[in-house]
Nanobody, 123 residues
Framework: QVQLVESGGGLVQAGGSLRLSCAASGRTFRSYSMGWFRQCPGKEREFVASIRWSGDSTYYQDSVKGRFTISRDNAKNTVYLQMNSLEPEDTAVYYC????????????????WGQGTQVTVSS
């Protein structure tokens, strides 16, 4: 398991951009697939994006394809989520996640969670 700490959330106007960062600690960061999930009040936590341990394959929820980009820097033990063309529907608490599967896309595949960072997009 790894410990995860997110940063970079905030308030932004529709059409703007934010970059989320997730710093990981632990001996086996490179062995984990990493991902981002988000959750709105009263709704289930949902998959946003993930990246394999090698960094050569990425996966996205359909609604964010072409707007969000996930990347990782194993040397820095950090994963990023670049969010462009933000929409009010993107408003949520965003959680960094780590798992040992091929790639993570479900909450049941997650071994470790970050504390979450709020992203609010205004009209």
């Amino acid at each position: 398991q790894v410990q995860l700490v997110e940063s970079g959330g905030g308030l932004v106007q529709a059409g703007g951009s934010l970059r989320l960062s997730c710093a990981a600690s632990g001996r086996t960061f490179r062995s984990y697939s990493m991902g981002w999930f988000r959750q709105c009040p009263g709704k289930e936590r949902e998959f946003v994006a993930s990246i394999r341990w090698s960094g050569d394959s990425t996966y996205y929820q359909d609604s964010v394809k072409g707007r969000f980009t996930i990347s990782r820097d194993n040397a820095k033990n950090t994963v990023y989520l670049q969010m462009n063309s933000l929409e009010p529907e993107d408003t949520a608490v965003y959680y960094c996640a780590a798992g040992g599967t091929y790639y993570i896309s479900r909450t049941t595949e997650v071994d470790s969670w970050g504390q979450g960072t709020q992203v609010t997009v205004s009209s």
